[in-house]
């Protein structure tokens, strides 16, 4: 499909720069094939049943936007994926100042050399620490990652420390947050487990490449950057029994839904999974994992608003969004959410 299709107009000033006061009472718009209701993220547990399986990315946000320099030039880094043993993954700014063997000093001890450059202001680099000592430096030296469109309009701020992370992280790897879990609370989780509704985390660690653009013209033509995710064998186990007792799966963000799509193979059953993937999803796609997802409102031409827009259906999403648009829904990273029912099985139940 053409990229274009995929565009619509956003008002600058609904893109939020902060959450709603309190998480859960974000906006929650519930999208049913050609329905929408205006709801409340603390209306979720109305939406779903006894028995039904809520699946939330337990990853953890490290600081991972770093300032240094290389001689006497300023040099901006985002780490987007840990390779192992201090060697990561990152965007430079500006790139091309960087050569193959540069040294990158930034604040305190901490320092990295360039091992290779890839496309895009992609390099590769290896620090001088590792494990526990980089995670103690970046937490020194970094600052949290958050988005573009939030950073170029206030200073990143202590708020944010608290802000930008979900209530049950706990896995550190990611370089932007699963912003659909940024909406539970304690009290939410209670209600939905006061309800008869389970709940399983698996670990997908979001990195920046989601935040860059599509710069092909067709969706063919564009490749996605790999993020690493773990799904375990008793979480795999619990997806299969509720598929089979007749539950629902529930992805909570579409970092879920990716590595769920990953480990599911085409008759349905997913598997423990250990490795990065690189899925890129557009309408077309059949889905194996999920019937609902809950996930927050994104960039026009995004490879995000194409995965909402194959789950629910194209023309669903456009109404969707220009609803949302009309009645001042905040977007993006800190905006409100919604909950989408997956188009191909509202279609079969009509038929029943």
């Known amino acids: 499909m053409k990229v274009d299709q995929f565009d619509f107009e956003l008002p600058k000033e609904l893109i939020a720069i902060r959450p709603a006061a309190s998480r859960d009472g974000a906006r929650l718009l519930v999208v049913k094939g050609n329905d929408q209701t205006d709801q409340t993220v603390s209306n979720l547990p109305d939406h779903l049943s006894a028995g039904d399986l809520m699946i939330f990315n337990d990853t953890r946000v490290i600081p991972a936007r770093l300032k240094g320099k290389r001689r006497d030039a300023k ?72 988005p573009p469109y939030i950073a170029s309009q206030r200073p990143i701020d202590d708020r944010d420390k608290e802000d930008y992370q979900t209530i049950y992280s706990q896995n550190d790897g990611a370089v932007a947050a699963p912003t659909a879990g940024l909406h539970f609370t304690k009290s939410l989780q209670s209600q939905l487990i006061e309800k008869g509704i389970k709940s399983a985390y698996v670990t997908l660690h979001v990195g920046a490449g989601t935040f860059l653009p599509v710069k092909a013209d067709d969706t063919d033509d564009h490749k996605m950057h ?127």
């Open 75 to 146: 040099i901006e880094i985002t780490l987007h994926m840990n390779m192992g043993g201090g060697v990561w993954k990152a965007f430079a700014k500006p790139a091309k100042k960087l050569k193959p063997d540069d040294i990158i000093n930034f604040d305190g001890s901490l320092e990295a050399g360039v091992v290779s450059k890839g496309d895009a202001g992609e390099v590769t680099m290896k620090f001088n620490k590792s494990g526990d000592d980089l995670r103690e430096a970046l937490n020194i030296a970094g600052v949290m990652p958050l």
């Open 226 to 352: 790999a993020e690493y995710g773990e799904i375990s064998d008793s979480v795999a186990k619990l997806i299969n029994e509720t598929r089979n007792a007749g539950g629902k799966i529930v992805a909570v963000g579409t970092t879920s839904l990716r590595l769920l799509e990953s480990a599911t193979d085409s008759s349905g059953v997913t598997r423990a999974y250990r490795d990065a993937t690189e899925i890129f999803i557009t309408p077309g796609y059949k889905f194996r994992s999920i019937d609902i997802l809950m996930t927050n409102f994104h960039l026009p031409k995004s490879t995000l608003f194409m995965l909402v827009s194959a789950f629910a259906g194209f023309d669903n999403m456009k109404k969707a969004y220009k609803h949302a648009i009309e009645n001042n829904y905040r977007f993006y990273s800190y905006g409100d959410s919604s909950l989408l029912f997956r188009e191909d099985q509202l279609f079969c139940e009509d038929q029943l």
